[in-house]
């Protein structure tokens, strides 16, 4: 069975970088959907990135289009975050999330089935 697990989390300044890490046991990757979350106190649970198994599409939400970017390590059965140009509005737990790859494309609709524990992300000077 399918098992996530973020890290790489934690306390940057504005404008700072980070780099969350999702890594998966249990199944290659090859055959999933990858898709970072986040949900900050009080809002709804946002979609971050995507990047579909073998294919590598990726798609990104508007708010951090040019600022982070999704990759993947086939080796080490892991997908990662890079976040640049951190903002306090990037405040939030990222969540790391999986499905099965059925479509070359990914989307960021909330039908994941599987969801690693979390990981903060704090932004502040």
């Known amino acids: 069975q399918l098992q996530l697990v973020e890290s790489g989390g934690g306390l940057v300044q504005p404008g700072g970088s980070l780099r969350l890490s999702c890594a998966a046991s249990?199944?290659?990757?090859?055959?999933?959907?990858i898709a970072w979350f986040r949900q900050a106190p009080g809002k709804e649970r946002e979609g971050v990135s995507c990047?579909?198994?073998?294919?590598?599409?990726?798609r990104y939400a508007d708010s951090v289009k040019g600022r982070f970017t999704i990759s993947r390590d086939n080796a080490k059965n892991t997908v990662y975050l890079q976040m640049n140009s951190l903002k306090p509005e990037d405040t939030a737990i990222y969540y790391c999330?999986?499905?099965?790859?059925?479509?070359?494309?990914?989307?960021?609709?909330?039908?994941?089935?599987?969801w690693g524990q979390g990981t903060q992300v704090t932004v502040s000077s």
């Open positions: 990047i579909s198994g073998s294919f590598g599409s990726t």
């Open positions: 999330a999986a499905k099965p790859l059925l479509f070359r494309t990914c989307v960021l609709s909330p039908d994941f089935g599987s």
């Open positions: 249990g199944t290659t990757l090859d055959h999933y959907v």
